[in-house]
């Protein structure tokens, strides 16, 4: 769990101050109190969302607000990170944002991303017929996180041909690697958890991407799940509104 410690230290290393930092324990106490609680509803824009928030502001009782809208995500994947449809999109999320905190009133606002993106270089995996004669079936997670399960005898062979054809593009790890290295976190692992591993992770460094199918790989431009810089680092912006 993140606590009130690790709010602190993503404020610290932020370099970032004010309520979020000396109020920590605040913000975890109403967002725990939050959980299960759905005073929202889905919505189809994100001028609803705004709206939404809004709303759920106006009245006097603290409370944390949750809120996710899926651009740019889906705009990057179809079109690029950089295209101008994203970078339309992105002036819009700017604009509605900026708009709705002006309006609040002694209200915090976070705003964050789940992962970064970057434009891939895609191939597909049954090209390679060396590695999938090894494979139980095909990988799956993600294009650039894939899980990999080996037929028994096959590990060796499997070892070796993924690193000749991948091995500048991607850090293969075993199961007890992944495991060790806590990339799925250090709390108590869900009990499908170690099935769904598989025996191998492959985690890719440069921008090239595994896909299963040509399709997939012809349709998709925008990938993440890798370990370039560009896909771990993301933004945290603080904006504080004050009292009325």
Not at 90 to 119: P, R
Not at 187 to 200: K, L, Q, R
Request: aromatic share 8%; charged share 30%; glycine share 8%.
């Amino acid at each position: 769990a993140l606590g009130n410690e690790g709010i602190r230290q993503i404020w610290h290393e932020a370099k970032l101050r004010g309520r979020g930092y000396s109020r920590a324990d605040e913000i975890l106490k109403y967002a725990r109190e939050s959980i299960g609680v759905k005073d929202g509803a889905d919505a189809s824009s994100l001028e609803e969302i705004c709206n939404q928030i809004a709303k759920l502001c106006e009245t006097n009782d603290k409370k944390y607000i949750y809120a996710y809208w899926n651009q740019p995500d889906t705009v990057m994947h179809e079109r690029g990170c950089h295209s101008k449809e994203a970078r339309a999109v992105i002036d819009a999320l700017e604009k509605s944002i900026e708009e709705m905190s002006g309006n609040l009133e002694d209200t915090l606002l976070i705003i964050t991303a789940d992962h970064g993106h970057i434009d891939g270089k895609n191939v597909v995996i049954t090209d390679y017929l060396n590695i999938m004669e090894c494979l139980v079936r095909l990988p799956s997670i993600e294009p650039r996180a894939l899980n990999l399960y080996v037929k028994e005898g096959k590990k060796e062979q499997f070892e070796r041909e993924f690193q000749k054809e991948f091995g500048k593009d991607f850090v293969l790890l075993t199961k007890e690697e992944v495991y060790k290295a806590k990339l799925f976190g250090t709390g108590i692992p869900h009990e499908n958890v170690d099935a769904m591993i598989g025996d191998y992770l492959a985690i890719a460094v440069t921008d090239l991407t595994i896909f299963n199918t040509q399709e997939e790989a012809a349709e998709i431009v925008g990938v993440h799940a890798g370990y370039t810089q560009e896909e771990i680092e993301i933004p945290i912006i603080v904006y504080e509104s004050g009292e009325s």
